[in-house]
């Protein structure tokens, strides 16, 4: 399984969503987003090394911390070196050494927003729940059916109370989860860590299960990874 996290335009908190997800599944969260990283990274080789060819994809990918990671660089000179064409083969290469990847995109519909997609074989789009975001999201979900990344579910992030769930549905069919304003998420995310770990029983905890629950097929197998875990 291959997801696509993405939104219609930035601010919708949809690497959050993405590291939330790949903590849930067990995935490798890939950051996609070669211009403005936003997920933890560490020292080593990193997404733009690999698209540099200056790293293998596999060996970047980092382990042992709260979700495995493929983490992008920062640096303007590392995203000017990086060729986003071979995000795809990238992405391929981790699934096949791993399992599932998540792979949070760069905002918006940005030139190389629709690499990530390509990568992909189903998407989550993030939206807030105001009518401003709903024509960006449909914009997004245009894209993703172009380039065969299927919308299997929209995230309304950040609800209050009676989000608009059934018009959101409506308007983009796809089936809605929504994750509502949380003090749990926002600390968990303040600290780098997946809500699930710090404060399981949250409602927001409960959401990225039931996210979980609804794009994932059921697993043929055990997880695998390089080193054979």
Do not use: W
Request: with cysteine.
């Amino acid at each position: 399984m291959r997801v696509a996290v993405t939104g219609g335009k930035g601010g919708v908190g949809k690497s959050t969503v993405a590291y939330n997800l790949g903590a849930v599944t067990d995935a490798v969260v890939v950051d996609g987003d070669l211009g403005m990283a936003d997920l933890p990274g560490s020292a080593g080789p990193d997404l733009h090394d690999v698209l540099a060819d200056r790293a293998d994809p596999v060996e970047a990918v980092r382990e042992g911390g709260p979700v495995d990671m493929l983490p992008c660089g920062r640096s303007l000179a590392g995203a000017r070196a990086a060729n986003v064409r071979g995000l795809v083969d990238a992405v391929r290469s981790v699934e096949r050494a791993y399992g599932d990847v998540v792979v949070d995109c760069p905002a918006g519909l940005a030139a190389d927003a629709g690499m990530p997609l390509l990568a992909a074989d189903r998407t989550v789009l993030v939206a807030l729940p105001d009518a401003f975001a709903l024509p960006d999201a449909l914009r997004t979900r245009a894209l993703a059916r172009e380039l065969d990344a299927g919308l299997a579910q929209v995230v309304l992030n950040r609800t209050g109370t009676n989000p608009p769930r059934a018009a959101v549905e409506r308007a983009l069919g796809a089936p809605v989860t929504t994750v509502p304003e949380s003090d749990p998420l926002a600390r968990a995310t303040a600290t780098g860590q997946p809500v699930t770990a710090t404060a399981p029983d949250s409602a927001a905890a409960e959401a990225f299960h039931a996210l979980a629950a609804a794009i994932t097929p059921p697993r043929r197998g055990a997880r695998r990874t390089r080193r054979g875990r």
